[in-house]
């Protein structure tokens, strides 16, 4: 009987103001409050709300059978603390049920884990630490920022009380494997859950796409197509950003109704179940090793890193941006993280615009070379603040 696993990520960046040479030194407000709360509203309204009112319904309508996972990044919950109390009230509802777990993520939704183990180390420290004060959970899973994976991550995050780590099913690491088992690193430090990209993409990226050969996709075709790995998988490990259901796919598109029939579809199928990554990590052993020298991701064509540090715009902001990790003073410790966001690499990226696409509607930039001129001003301040005799560097 194979377990259908949810796992929906949920996050929104803090974006920056339109911060130009001549704020250096001048303003020190660096984000953008307006506009996040312009998405924020936006995103409540179209997809968390409905959504997660909808999960509620149908956790409560099949007894709790139904569930779903959730990495719901640190700056995510101080935004909605701010303009959207209600939504964590939601969450915390789920949470009572039993059928919804909060995996751990990195609070800042950084890239820490690539330039300091010890930064990562007190982010995910203070994202535990989060989702047991709101939620009374004791987080067990781990997900790092856009699922990033190597295998050297494996011991820290051990060491950090995970017994798994979610990343993607890369194609060219498995061969002629099949996602739909567990497996674990070299050194059987963790349990390892493979997304599977095909089924995941036909709901986040194809369900609205009239071009597709199985469009329009139902609740029926889809579980049909999930109950075929019976014999064939021991899990079936559905990732997705959570902005699918509403904002990615429009409430037009029928994605609601598609995920209110979806659980009654499944059970109809009375060789499949839904169940929780912390479930499915003490029914299952794992099958094999899957290994990866190099960091992986979830999040482009390529499943790399390319996605934000490809281009010498993005390397340069991120190294300049770590390697003021020993002058931070602690009062400019939450600034610092803040800028570590990877999406504020993300916007700098040239490799657009088929990976891209989903980012768009997030996006406060008209191109990437704005972005980069705009977070290396935001830097030099920084730097003023932190040493106020540093010499400047204007950009052209």
């Not at 995510?76 to 789920?94: G, S």
């Not at 009380?161 to 099913?169: D, M, N, S």
């Not at 029926?220 to 990615?248: Q, R, S």
């Amino acid at each position: 009987m194979p377990s259908i696993v949810f796992y929906f990520k949920v996050h929104q960046p803090e974006r920056l103001r339109h911060y130009t040479i001549f704020d250096i030194g001048e303003n020190p407000h660096y984000f953008d409050d307006e506009r996040n709360k312009f998405y924020l509203d936006r995103i409540v309204r179209k997809c968390y709300f409905p959504a997660l009112n909808l999960i509620y319904e149908l956790i409560k309508e099949t007894k709790g059978e139904f569930k779903v996972s959730f990495g719901a990044t640190g700056i995510l919950f101080e935004q909605l603390k701010k303009w959207h109390p209600e939504i964590i009230e939601i969450f915390q509802k789920l949470a009572q049920t039993d059928s919804v777990e909060f995996v751990g993520e990195t609070y800042y939704h950084s890239l820490a884990s690539l330039y300091s183990i010890k930064d990562f180390q007190e982010q995910v420290l203070l994202h535990k630490n989060l989702i047991k004060k709101l939620f009374d959970q004791e987080t067990t899973v781990f997900a790092n920022t856009e699922l990033i994976y190597f295998d050297d991550i494996t011991q820290i995050v051990k060491n950090l009380g995970f017994k798994a780590i979610l990343t993607e099913g890369v194609p060219w690491i498995l061969e002629w494997r099949s996602p739909n088992f567990i497996y674990q690193d070299p050194e059987q430090n963790l349990k390892i859950l493979l997304r599977n990209y095909k089924l995941s993409d036909d709901i986040s990226f194809r369900f609205s796409a009239r071009w597709w050969e199985e469009w329009p996709l139902t609740a029926d075709k889809f579980a049909t197509w999930l109950e075929a790995h019976n014999g064939n998988g021991e899990v079936i490990n559905l990732f997705m950003d959570f902005e699918t259901f509403g904002e990615h796919q429009w409430e037009e598109t029928g994605i609601f109704e598609f995920l209110r029939a979806l659980p009654f579809e499944v059970f109809k199928r009375k060789n499949l179940e839904f169940a929780l990554p912390k479930e499915v990590i003490e029914k299952y052993p794992a099958r094999g090793v899957f290994s990866s020298k190099k960091p992986i991701t979830w999040a482009d064509t390529e499943r790399d890193l390319t996605a934000w540090l490809a281009n010498e715009m993005q390397k340069e902001c991120a190294e300049i941006l770590y390697s003021l990790e020993k002058e931070i003073p602690i009062y400019l410790k939450d600034v610092w993280r803040k800028l570590q966001t990877a999406d504020h690499f993300y916007y700098m990226c040239t490799k657009w615009f088929a990976d891209g696409d989903v980012h768009k509607y997030f996006n406060p930039y008209d191109n990437p070379y704005d972005a980069y001129l705009n977070f290396r001003n935001v830097i030099e301040d920084l730097k003023l603040r932190i040493k106020p005799n540093v010499k400047i560097h204007f950009r052209n």
